[in-house]
C-alpha cells in the first residue's frame, strides 16, 4: 500500500468514524442510561460507562488529535502544554475503555462462574467503586507522560511541540513499555482468559442440568434460567469478542515491534492496528442492536418520537 493511497484511506476512515462514533455513543448512552433495557442496574452502569469512555476516544484521540493535527497544522493543539497534556489524555481515555471493558468481562464472568461472590460483587455500588477506580488510575498512570514533550525552537517563535528524545534514558523507555504491556497486552490476555473459563464453566453446567432435566422432565420442558443466562452470555461474547478481534493486529504489532523483532516494515501494520483499535470505539452500538431487542425497541422509539 502506498503512502499516498494509506492517506486517502484514513482520511475516508476518520472522518467517518468521528460523525459515526459520536452519533452512536450519544445515542447509546441516552438509551442505556434510561434502565429500559431489560438488563441489570450493575450490568448498565457497566455499559454505560464504557460507551462514554468510547466517546472520548472518539473526541481527543480522533477529531482532536488525528483530524485536528491534519487539518490545523500550526493551531493551539501544537502547543507544547497542550500536546503535553493531550498525550495524557489520549492514552488515559484508551487505557480507561480497555480496562472497562476488561471490569465487565470479569463482572459477568464472576455472575455466571462464581455464584457465591455474586452477590457481594456484581452491584451497583461495586460497579460505581470499579468505573471510579479504573478512571482515576487511567489518569494517574499517565500523568508522567506529560513531560515527553518539550518545545521546537528551530520551528519559529511559537512554542510547537516536540517528543523528547527518551529511548537512550533507561527509566523513561522502561516507563513506555510497561505501559504498552498494561494496556493492550495484559487486558487482551486477561478477557482471552476469562471466555474461556466462561465458556468451559457454561458447557459443564449446560451438560449437567441437560441430564437431569431429561430424568426428571424426561426432556420436554424447556430451562428458563439456562435462556436468560445464554442472553447475558452472547451480550458478553459479542463485546469481548469484538474487542479480541479489532485488537488483535494491535497486539501482534505490538509483540512483534516491541517484544521480538523490532520490524520498521510493519509500519503499514501500526496504522491498520491503529485503526481497527479506535473502530472498536463505536462497534458497541452495532452489539447492543443486534443482540438485545428492547434495546433496538427504545431506539426505534426514539426515532419514532423525534
Known amino acids: 500500500m502506498g503512502v499516498l493511497t494509506l492517506f486517502l484511506v ?28 431489560g438488563i441489570s442496574r450493575c450490568t448498565g452502569r457497566y455499559l454505560v460507562s464504557m460507551t462514554v469512555a468510547d466517546l472520548l476516544v472518539i473526541i481527543f484521540c480522533v477529531i482532536l488529535n488525528h483530524l485536528g493535527s491534519l487539518h ?34 470479569l463482572d459477568r464472568f ?3 462462574c462464581c455464584p457465591k461472590w455474586k452477590v457481594r460483587y456484581c452491584t451497583e455500588r461495586t460497579a460505581a467503586w470499579v468505573i471510579l477506580t479504573i478512571c482515576t488510575v487511567s489518569y494517574l498512570r499517565n500523568i508522567p507522560r506529560y513531560f515527553t514533550y518539550e518545545p521546537d525552537p528551530t ?8 517528543l523528547r528524545n527518551l529511548c537512550t534514558k533507561t527509566p523513561w523507555a ?11 497486552l ?13 465458556v468451559r464453566h457454561i458447557l459443564v453446567v449446560s451438560r449437567v442440568r441437560k441430564t437431569f ?8 420442558d424447556g430451562d428458563p434460567e439456562m435462556e436468560s443466562r445464554r442472553r447475558s452470555i452472547i451480550l458478553l461474547f459479542a463485546i469481548s469478542g469484538n474487542f479480541i478481534v479489532l485488537w488483535m493486529t494491535r497486539v501482534v504489532d505490538f509483540v512483534f ?32 442492536t443486534l443482540t438485545q431487542a428492547k434495546f433496538r425497541g427504545e431506539i426505534l422509539d426514539s426515532i419514532s418520537n423525534s
Open 10 to 37: 484514513q482520511e475516508i476512515f476518520y472522518h467517518s468514524l468521528a460523525v459515526i462514533g459520536v452519533g452512536a455513543n450519544l445515542m447509546t448512552i441516552v438509551v442505556l442510561s434510561r434502565g429500559n433495557c
Open 72 to 105: 490545523l497544522p500550526i493551531s493551539f493543539l501544537k502547543h507544547y502544554h497542550v500536546c503535553s497534556l493531550n498525550s495524557i489524555t489520549n492514552a488515559a481515555v484508551v487505557d480507561s475503555s480497555v480496562w472497562l471493558t476488561v471490569a465487565f468481562t
Open 110 to 112: 464472576i455472575a455466571v
Open 213 to 220: 432435566r431429561s430424568q426428571g422432565h424426561n426432556g420436554k
Open 155 to 162: 520551528r519559529g517563535p511559537f512554542p510547537l511541540c516536540r
Open 174 to 184: 522502561a516507563y513506555l513499555w510497561s505501559a504498552t504491556i498494561f494496556t493492550p
Open 257 to 288: 515491534q516491541e517484544m521480538l523483532l523490532n520490524l520498521s516494515s510493519m509500519s503499514i501494520v501500526t496504522h491498520v492496528g491503529e485503526m481497527l483499535m479506535y473502530l472498536s470505539s463505536c462497534t458497541n452500538t452495532c452489539i447492543y
Open 186 to 198: 495484559i487486558p487482551y490476555v486477561s478477557i482471552l482468559l476469562l471466555n474461556v473459563l466462561t
